[in-house]
């Protein structure tokens, strides 16, 4: 999406675009997506999930719970899973 925003669109348009995605590599949408990754397989326990992510535990709760309040995923006893719609 970003090629197509940055160049094809200007390029159409004549019009710069006025924002940039910020950086990807190290970031929550990072860290978020190797969380959904890992409970596409199966449901986790936060240990795992704090192994397998590699970030620091206060940042890694954080993520989790707003991806909790957003509905994405749910937490049942000690394990963290995709919530099933």
Known sequence: MDYGALHLTSKKTGIKPKTRQSRFEGSDRQIRARIVRLLLYQPTTFT?????????????????????????????????????E
């Open 48 to 84: 795992h999930l704090k192994k397998t992510v590699q970030t620091d535990e206060p940042r890694l709760k954080q993520i989790l719970e707003k991806m909790i309040r957003e509905q994405l995923i749910i937490k049942t006893k000690s394990t963290y899973q995709l919530k099933n």
